[in-house]
């Protein structure tokens, strides 16, 4: 384990196991449509590699930044959303499916479905690594979740405490001393 992290709270096998079961569930789901897989940049990176390649099923990737921690460890709740780059093409009629790495406020989330959900999709569902329960601010429907996680700050697998701790292939609890 790194030594900036107080513990472990879902080792690589873990991840990996819930993320096959995911992508086999979102596979069945979506057999036949070809959906439109919309990642989160840059937190569900890691998740998203892992979970379309869990999925034996034709998928479109498409991606789209979202930024509002800056450097700390509360959501500031001015989310800055970049759909410019690669969400131009449209979307009508498409079925989309949005992968982020966790809910945490849900601000984020809100303002993305928000987002899509104007240009017409034929569906639009969230998929989530991780959720916290503890701090809902917006409400948001997440249709897949990989585990319900506490409510401490995380890192690892995409996961990060200003752009640090991303690849680790595991998830933990920061030591709240890197931090203050
Ligand atoms: P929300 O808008 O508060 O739901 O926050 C969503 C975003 O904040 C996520 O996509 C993450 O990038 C980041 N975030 C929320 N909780 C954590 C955490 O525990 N560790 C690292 N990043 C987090
Ligand atoms: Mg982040």
Redesign the pocket.
């Known amino acids: 384990m790194h030594e900036d992290l107080s513990r472990v709270v879902y080792s690589e096998d873990e991840i990996q196991r819930r993320v096959r079961e995911l992508g086999a569930e979102l596979a069945r789901e979506y057999a036949g449509v070809r959906p439109l897989i919309v990642g ?1 940049l ?3 990176f890691f998740f998203l590699a892992d979970l379309v390649r869990a999925m034996d099923a034709p998928v479109e990737l498409r991606f789209l930044k ?4 800056g450097a700390g ?3 500031s ?1 001015n ?1 800055v959303i970049d759909i410019a780059s690669d969400l131009q093409a449209d979307i009508s009629g498409r079925h989309v499916l949005v992968v ?12 993305i479905v928000d987002l899509l959900a104007e240009k017409n999709p034929a569906s639009l569902k969230v998929c ?1 690594l ?1 959720t ?1 329960t503890a ?4 409400e ?1 429907r997440h249709d897949y979740a990989g585990f319900v ?1 506490p409510p ?4 690892g697998y ?4 200003a752009e640090r701790y991303r690849n680790l292939p595991y998830i933990g609890v ?1 030591r709240p001393e890197i931090y203050i």
């Open positions: 989160i840059k937190g569900s979202a930024s509002s921690y460890t509360v959501t709740g989310v982020d790495d966790i809910i945490d406020t849900g601000v984020t989330l809100r303002r989530v991780l916290k701090a809902r601010r917006a948001v996680c401490e700050f995380l890192v995409g996961l990060d405490y920061l």
